[in-house]
Antibody, heavy 118, light 112 residues
Framework: EVQLVQSGGGLVQPGRSLRLSCSASGFTFDDFAMSWFRQAPGKGLEWVGFIRSKVYGGTTEYAASVKGRFSISRDDSKSIAYLQMNSLKTEDTALYYC?????????WGQGTLVTVSS | EIVMTQTPPSSPVTLGQPASISCRSSQSLVHSDGDTYLSWLQQRPGQPPRLLIYKISNRFSGVPDRFSGSGAGTDFTLKISRVEAEDVGVYYCMQATQFPWTFGQGTKVEIK
């Protein structure tokens, strides 16, 4: 059974950093790209970023709103994808989701809440 | 950036009746590889999104056959043939043809 278990959310002050983790099981993690999305309270879904599998270079793509502040990485030996969030702003407050991507965002994590507030 | 416009924003439906949601993109979603990366996702209250349909019309594993997707180019439709109580939630179209990936604003399906 494919599972994506997220961790690492919480309350953080503006300007600080936070790292989210997405631990995968039930499939060959190396074979898939991974993506991150977010949903601000009461709002719709927003794509955050994407990391290709190592076969495709492991390269990344980011939304303009987070480019230069957020970075995505992966540890294939541990089957974990990471979202490193730096210089956090109040507008980054959201529920963050990771998703497996193989031509479609088919399995999603349970979400982890990030609250940026002083 | 490709803008996804979804209508209607809200759809009150009688149980057992059909529902239809439209999604229009600001440019063609046909990728250079020939596929069209248009998906439909369902988000029930308090739950993460769930993939229903990918590449316009392919139902994902475990999705009931009352859900169907159609369309081409820039115009796409999600249809629920007979709405059931468990279908209540917000439905989003999403394009993954071009970065940045973008979503429609969502359509709230509720029971009359």
């Amino acid at each position: 059974e494919v599972q994506l278990v997220q961790s690492g959310g919480g309350l953080v002050q503006p300007g600080r950093s936070l790292r989210l983790s997405c631990s995968a099981s039930g499939f060959t993690f190396d074979d898939f790209a991974m993506s991150w999305f977010r949903q601000a309270p009461g709002k719709g879904l927003e794509w955050v970023g994407f990391i290709r599998s190592k076969v495709y270079g492991g390269t990344t793509e980011y939304a303009a709103s987070v480019k230069g502040r957020f970075s995505i990485s992966r540890d294939d030996s541990k089957s974990i994808a990471y979202l490193q969030m730096n210089s956090l702003k109040t507008e980054d407050t959201a529920l963050y989701y990771c998703s497996r991507y193989g031509g479609r965002a088919d399995y999603w994590g349970q979400g982890t809440l990030v609250t940026v507030s002083s | 950036e490709i803008v996804m416009t979804q209508t209607p924003p809200s759809s009150p439906v009688t149980l057992g009746q059909p529902a239809s949601i439209s999604c229009r993109s600001s440019q063609s979603l046909v990728h250079s590889d020939g596929d069209t990366y248009l998906s439909w996702l369902q988000q029930r209250p308090g739950q993460p999104p769930r993939l229903l349909i990918y590449k316009i019309s392919n139902r994902f594993s475990g999705v009931p056959d009352r859900f169907s997707g159609s369309g081409a180019g820039t115009d796409f439709t999600l249809k629920i043939s007979r709405v059931e109580a468990e279908d209540v939630g917000v439905y989003y179209c999403m394009q993954a043809t071009q970065f940045p990936w973008t979503f429609g604003q969502g359509t709230k399906v509720e029971i009359k």
